[in-house]
């Protein structure tokens, strides 16, 4: 494995942290301030289309897209992106400054890889452009969703459309004011066999029948403007046109959707482990108690030091499980995606948790990332399959490889 960055992400580096130096950190804390309050919930921040054109402009654009698709992608490898997905991990809200941001980069990657000619032209180009934002709904309230096999929605053939009853909830993106379409799971055949009773159909946003109930939070932030959405689904009617590959494939989607995107969330994760680690750093070096200043305090600089090993075991198991799949693809790398996506955000807890302890009172308050950057963290040990699934998996994957070799 050579994990040294080619003279082509060095260059996007440089032009992404040159971005970031510019643009980004001069307005963070105006832009969280901006979100944290409840007067603007549910609005976008007027700042950010502009910078959204400054990001085009500059060719950091779609960087998350695997593959080239014409002059909206630079065609990179989930490798060469991994280094700039952790730098957009430093500041929350900047991955949708370049496009780069869940749940679109995922529902951007289903319609790219197994959308029809007319879902793309209708739907992907204008997320490609970052015209549009869209949702995911797959988690249901009344059932354990990390068994996708429990999901109850029902999408309906009648005639020439599908009817679509059922409950979501945790629909990350459902809020924005900019969200235009939803890529929905749900049941179209229950007798089935167990992996062939789902599929996923494109919904659009203003559909009669599909009902916003409320925003949730997330330990109190609503990650405003595009929020986590309870949504009724109440016989709600699409086209058949609207199915995505064909009935029964619904899996098949969710597995070439959810590898990429459970790494993109890691990848990120170093990034907030990182600048925590930093601000940590920059904070020892400044205070003083006890009339010595706190990196000279031998368990202040333990803690530094365990932060930075972990971070780097992080990160080189991120780039080992993404240099997997540029070579075999996502289902030959299912176990490196299964372990850092255990491993990754334990170790940004870990280490936004010692950063917080490090800043003290200031840790735990507004004038710093570090607490949202916890719930993010926090959150990001269920999303995508709660630590627990990857550990059954992962642990069986294991168990069979050297029992059935013993």
Avoid at 250 to 272: D, N, S, T, V, W
Avoid at 380 to 406: C, F, T, W
């Amino acid at each position: 494995m050579d994990f040294d960055y080619t003279d082509k992400i060095k260059d996007l580096q440089e032009k992404l942290n040159a971005f970031f130096d510019e643009h980004i950190l001069p307005v963070e804390r105006e832009v969280y301030a901006f979100n944290y309050n409840p007067k603007n919930y549910w609005k976008r921040w007027p700042g950010l289309d502009d910078l959204k054109d400054k990001a085009k402009a500059a060719g950091l654009w779609n960087l998350f897209l695997p593959k080239n698709y014409g002059e909206l992608s630079p065609g990179l490898t989930n490798l060469e992106y991994a280094p700039l997905a952790e730098i957009m991990g430093r500041v929350l809200w900047s991955s949708e400054v370049f496009n780069c941001s869940a749940p679109d980069t995922g529902n951007m990657e289903v319609l790219a890889k197994y959308g029809s000619s007319e879902q793309q032209q209708k739907w992907l180009k204008p997320l490609l452009n970052g015209d549009i934002r869209s949702a995911f709904l797959m988690t249901e309230p009344q059932v354990a969703s990390s068994d996708a096999t429990n999901i109850e929605t029902s999408i309906r053939a009648d005639g020439d459309d599908y009817v679509i009853n059922g409950r979501k909830w945790w629909s990350s993106g459902g809020m924005d004011p900019h969200c235009k379409i939803a890529i929905i799971m749900g049941k179209t055949d229950p007798e089935a066999p167990r992996h062939k009773q789902q599929s996923m159909i494109l919904v659009p946003m203003d559909t009669k029948g599909l009902k916003i109930i409320r925003p949730l939070s997330v330990f109190g932030f609503y990650d405003s403007p595009e929020g986590h959405a309870e949504i009724v689904l109440d016989n709600v009617r699409v086209p058949k046109k609207n199915l995505i590959l064909g009935e029964g494939r619904g899996f098949e989607i969710a597995q070439g959707r959810l590898g990429p995107g459970r790494i993109h969330h890691c990848m990120r994760l170093i990034g907030m482990a990182q600048r925590s680690l930093e601000m940590a750093s920059q904070r020892a070096a400044e205070r003083i108690a006890f009339g010595k200043t706190f990196k000279d305090y031998s368990s202040i600089r333990q803690e530094i030091a365990k932060s930075k090993c972990e971070i780097e075991q992080a990160r080189l198991l991120t780039l080992s499980a993404a240099d997997k799949m540029d070579k075999h693809g996502n289902k030959e790398a299912k176990d490196l995606i299964g372990m850092i996506k255990i491993v990754a955000p334990q170790m940004a807890l870990n280490v936004i948790d010692r950063a917080i302890q490090i800043h003290g009172g200031m840790g735990v308050g507004p004038d710093t990332p570090l607490a949202h950057f916890f719930v993010a963290a926090r959150m990001l040990r269920l999303a995508d399959g709660p630590d627990e699934v990857h550990m059954y998996q992962l642990g069986k994957s294991v168990i069979n490889k050297y029992s059935s070799e013993g």
